[in-house]
Structures are given as C-alpha cells and as structure tokens.
C-alpha cells in the first residue's frame, strides 16, 4: 500500500543497496510451485502429447499414456539399468514427485497466505492443536451446562481405547505433511489424554478414533492347517516345524491310543533321553489331550535335542485345527507356536569361534 | 491539506502531491514543516529518486485516498467509550515496583501502589490504533495478531480467522521476519501491520516482534500494560493485557473495525464498477 513500486518488494524499504536487492538463492528452500505454473506445465505437456501422436502416425484423440511410454522408449532408446533415470514424459501430480503438495505455494497472486496461521511456520500442526482445543473448549462448556441443569452423569460413557493406540509421529508427520519435532508431538498427545480423561468426552469419540490406530490381534496372523477325514472316517491333521536345521512333520489322528511314531520307529527308542520325549509331550499336556491322539511323526536333519524342538512345533500347530479359538490363543501366549529364531552363528575371521576371541596375551 | 482537525498553530494550505512517508499524517502541516518539505526536495531527488515519482491518480488510487481524505471515515470513535473501557478493566495496571519508567506518561495516578493508566490518553490512543488498522485493511494489507498469553491463545486465533486476517499466538521461531525468504520461501509477503495483543512473551520480556518489525519496517499496534515498554511500537495503546474482559474486548474491537473497512472497500469497488459498467 506505500509503495510507489510494486515489483517484489517484501517489505516497504524506505533506501536499499544493492546487497539488500540481491536474493540468497542458495539459502532459500525448495522452489515452490504455483498453481498457475503447474497448470501450464500440464497444458504443454497435452500439446507435446499431440505432436507425438502425429510423429508416430497414431491418433491424437485417443493417445494414453502407455503409448506414451511406447513412443518416447522407440525415440530415445536408453541402455541404462535404472529405470528411473530413462527418458520420461509423464505428469505426476500426486505426492510421488513432480508436484508433491508440501511443495506448492501457500498464497495467492496478491500474496495473501491462504491458511489463518501461515505466519506461525507450522501451519498444518497449529492448526491441528487449534481445532484439538476448541473442542476441550466445547466439552467443558457442554459439561457445564449439564452441571447447572443437574444432569451430570454419574457414570459418564468412556470411550473405548482398549484396542487402538495413538498414531505414531511418522503417521502423523505423514498426514501432516510437514516435519513435527517430538515436543510438540508430545504436547499433542498430552492434549488428546486430557480430552479423553474428561467424564463427557464421548462428543468427540469420532474426532479421537480418527487419531487412533487399530491394534491387529495377532492371534488372527495364524494359519490355522485344515482338519481333513481319511477312509476311515478318523479326522486327522498335518502340520511342519523347524528348529535350527531340523525339519520335521506330524499327522495327528483323533484315534484315543496315545500312540507316537517317529521316523518308523516308537518314540523311545528314537529319543532315549528324557527331555526330547517331555518336548514332544508338552503341547499335549498343556492342551490336556495326552491320551486322546495318535502321532506320526517324520524328522531330518539337525540334532536330538532340535529335532525335538521342531516336532513340539509341528505337534502345536496341528492341534490347532481341534482345538477352539480361545485355546489357540492360549497356546500361543504360552510360546508353543512361536518358531524358535535361535540358529547356529558363523565363525568371524581373526576370532577363534562366534563370539571367542583369540588368546590375548600382554607381551 | 483535505480538512483535518482545527489546529492552534498557523498552518499552510497550499496542496503538496501525497508523498508516501506522509500517508500516516491527518492534519495539515505547519509553515517550518512546508519549508523543510522544500529545502530538503533537491536533497531527496538525488538520494531516492523512486519516492519522487508523482503517483498517477487512477481510480484505485482514489478509493485508496478515501480513508486519509475523511474524518473518521469508519466512524471508529462510536464503537466503544470511556465507560466500556472502565468496565472492561482496561485502566488496571500492575504494581508501583513493576512499573516501566516510559509508561509513566500515560498513568494517571497510583492508588495502594497498584497503577491506575489514563483512560482518556487510552481512548485517544485505541481510536488511532483502530483507525490506522481500518485502513491498512481497507488498502488489503496483511495484519498479524501477536499474542504469547496460553490463556487468550484461543481467543486471538479466533478473532483473526473471523475477520480473514492472520495470527502467531505459539513460540516465535528466530528470522520468521528477518530471514523470510528462508523460513517461507522465495517471494512470500510479510504483513502490513502487527497487533500485539500483548506485548511480553512468557518470561516477561519484551516480544522478539517488536524488535523486527521495527527492523523490517512495519508499523506495529500494541497494548501496553504498566510493566511494558512502548517505545518501539508505532501506535501503542496503554491499557490492561491481563483481565480476560480485557482481552476480549480488544478482540471484539479490532474484529469489527477490521470487518467494518472490508465491506466498505467491497462497496466502493462494487459502486465503482458499476460506474465503470454504465459508463461502458
């Protein structure tokens, strides 16, 4: 409004010097965008398009963009790996690259900002925090009215979180899509429990499900292995486990004898010792259905002791398919279907084993 | 020049073309200041030619000149009196050993030690400050409103989304005026004037604002209690910052002058478009 001349001038400078006039091109941002240039770059890329419909022969009207790609690959051959660094004529206006939004100018042609708390530098954040208080605001106001009405509840409905979690500052970050340092997360989660903690806060159960994550069980990862008939008409399952090197199988009948097989032969002689026998037996004696199956069992490789480790597995996960839900998830709590990670860790050069260094001696 | 207020002192009413340092002033100006405004002319050319350019009068200009040519245009002295400024606690300032020694020209006296401001200095001083913010909104001019109190944060927010302006009420990051190319981007247009709403920060000292506004030229408009510092703001307004009444006050006031000059800017456009469309 003072200046006499209105050519990009931030601020009304009363004298200048020529140090003041020249820009610091290197300290500023990324360039940003205006929705007028985008739109221009998207006018011109429609017109390349048509010319090289035409250079290639084809029909302008209905030129897509995998002719595109055809076109410009037969133009411009490229024998580079990366493809990304071929030549390329596509408009990608979403947030993968060309025009991502953070990028875009945030004011109009007459330099108004377009957002009320532009000037704050974190717009989207601040705004987030304003709206959040605004509705503390508007809770409290709601609980005073019923305060002074006499209709307080006593006991007030609570929102359910018990499955749910707050969004991460990466989800949020995202969603934001603008950097957020971990204080003022902190101070945004802080508001989000204080909203949550008041007795009335279900006027805002959407608002605060919409920054909750839902937390997947994870008893719904497991594949459950189908129970099958054989001729017999007895039902029986079959199932694998793994334990260091070994792999083994089961089938488990539903016969009542109590009997286990392994590798053709009975059980003891195949494991003399104790604890292997305990380890096949566990998931049987957790369940308590020791005499109610049959096992067939086959095993390779490894050792005694994880060959037993890797037929507990196989056992588990076939007596998941006669076993209800609630059992299944206590089997898995109990860590009978979690495959044991444990394996054998290489030898390093310059040390005597895995973690052995060599002797160290002082002289 | 146009019809300011009668003065005491001998003035000259010859007409000077508006020069843009004198947009700011409403009264006409005194002999010495003609003489001066001479005598320096040559001096002026030489150093900043640009400021000389006599501006060509388009009808913009004209709608523009409206507010410095009339009175009150925005009749901004209707919209509060010294009785609403007295209930609204604006007169309560802080204790004898909070004082700031420049604010002692606008107290009116102590009573008990807690300090009581002028309300006739305030009215005089608010009715400037709403005046000089009608016209850099009727010019289109960007105004930041300032405020670092956690309890009127809300309040500020509001008020400035109501009436279409801007506000900063959260912690002031370093060059945010001073190094605005980096902070926003290349080309960004910084505000036209600052509000201050208060002008301490949480610690009680004076706003980083204050300074750079000063720094990078923009007028400043601000309340200043009795612990405050008024003398780099361009319009302050002593006045209570403390009282949530206060406050709210204040908001109420700026809101309606800011609303009342846009829709008059709307209408005089509209009215002179339809001049344009009939002349067509």
């Known amino acids: ?363 | 020049m146009f019809g300011g207020p009668q003065l005491n002192y001998p003035t000259v009413d010859i007409s000077l073309p508006l020069h843009p340092l004198l947009y700011h002033l409403n009264r006409k100006l005194t002999p010495s200041e003609v003489s001066f405004y001479l005598l320096t002319a040559s001096l002026r050319i030489t150093f900043f030619p640009k400021l000389q350019l006599k501006p060509v009068l388009t009808v913009s200009d004209k709608i523009l000149d409206l507010p410095l040519e009339k009175q009150d245009l925005f009749r901004v002295s209707e919209l509060f009196t010294v009785k609403d400024l007295f209930d609204a606690r604006v007169h309560l300032g802080h204790k004898k050993g909070c004082r700031h020694r420049l604010m002692e020209p606008y107290l009116y006296e102590s009573s008990l030690d807690y300090d009581i401001i002028d309300l006739d200095k305030t009215t005089e001083h608010l009715r400037r400050a709403l005046n000089v913010t009608a016209q850099t909104a009727y010019g289109g001019g960007i105004i930041l409103f300032i405020s670092r109190r956690r309890q009127f944060c809300h309040l500020v927010e509001n008020t400035a989304e109501e009436c279409g302006e801007y506000a900063h009420t959260r912690y002031w990051q370093g060059g945010l005026f001073t190094n605005a190319h980096v902070q926003y981007g290349p080309g960004v247009r910084l505000p036209d004037l600052v509000v201050f709403l208060s002008t301490l920060n949480n610690v009680f000292q004076q706003h980083v604002a204050v300074r750079d506004a000063g720094k990078m030229n923009i007028p400043t408009v601000g309340v200043v209690d009795s612990n405050c510092n008024p003398s780099l703001l361009t319009y302050p307004v002593p006045g209570n910052d403390d009282s949530p009444v206060a406050v709210e006050l204040y908001c109420r006031l700026f809101k309606t002058t800011i609303n009342r000059a846009k829709d008059k800017r709307k209408q005089m456009d509209n009215k002179h478009d339809i001049l344009l469309k009939s002349i067509k």
């Open chain 1, 1 to 363: 409004m003072l200046m006499s001349d209105s050519s990009a001038a931030v601020s009304p400078q009363i004298c200048g010097t020529p140090a003041l006039r020249r820009k610091n091109l290197g300290a500023a941002g990324p360039e940003k965008f205006t929705a007028e240039f985008i739109q221009k770059q998207v006018e011109e890329f429609e017109i390349g398009k048509r010319h090289l419909a035409n250079m290639m022969g084809e029909d302008p009207e209905n030129f897509t963009q995998e002719d595109i790609d055809r076109s410009i690959a037969y133009l411009f051959p490229s024998g580079l790996f990366e493809k990304r660094a071929r030549p390329l004529m596509k408009v990608r206006l979403s947030a993968d690259l060309c025009f991502p939004p953070c990028e875009a100018v945030q004011w109009g042609p007459d330099g108004r900002p377009f957002h009320f708390l532009f000037y704050t530098g974190k717009q989207y954040y601040y705004s987030l925090m304003h709206d959040l208080y605004g509705r503390v605001l508007k809770v409290e106001k709601h609980q005073d009215q019923l305060r002074a009405k006499g209709l307080f509840p006593t006991e007030p409905k609570q929102i359910a979180l018990g499955t749910s979690r707050w969004l991460t500052k990466e989800e949020l970050e995202a969603r934001l899509v603008e950097p957020i340092s971990s204080q003022d997360y902190e101070c945004f989660i802080q508001l989000l429990e204080r909203l949550v903690a008041m007795p009335c806060c279900s006027l805002e159960q959407q608002f605060v499900m919409s920054h909750r994550q839902q937390l997947e069980a994870q008893s719904m990862h497991q594949v459950v292995p189908p129970l099958q008939k054989d001729d017999a008409g007895v039902d029986f399952s079959t199932a694998e486990g793994r334990r260091k090197t070994s792999r083994g199988s089961v089938v488990v009948r539903d016969c009542g004898a109590g009997r286990l097989t392994v590798n053709g032969q009975d059980y003891l002689h195949y494991f003399p010792v104790l604890q292997d026998r305990e380890q096949l037996m566990f998931p049987l004696q957790f369940c308590g259905l020791l005499g109610r199956f049959d096992l067939d069992c086959s095993v390779s490789g490894g050792g005694r002791s994880s060959q037993a480790g890797a037929l507990r597995l196989a056992i588990s996960r076939a007596l998941l398919s006669f076993l209800p839900q609630s059992e299944g998830e206590a089997m898995r709590q109990a860590g009978l279907l979690t495959p044991d990670p444990r394996v054998r860790e290489r030898k390093k050069p310059g040390q005597e084993g895995a973690r052995r260094k060599f002797t160290w001696k002082k002289r």
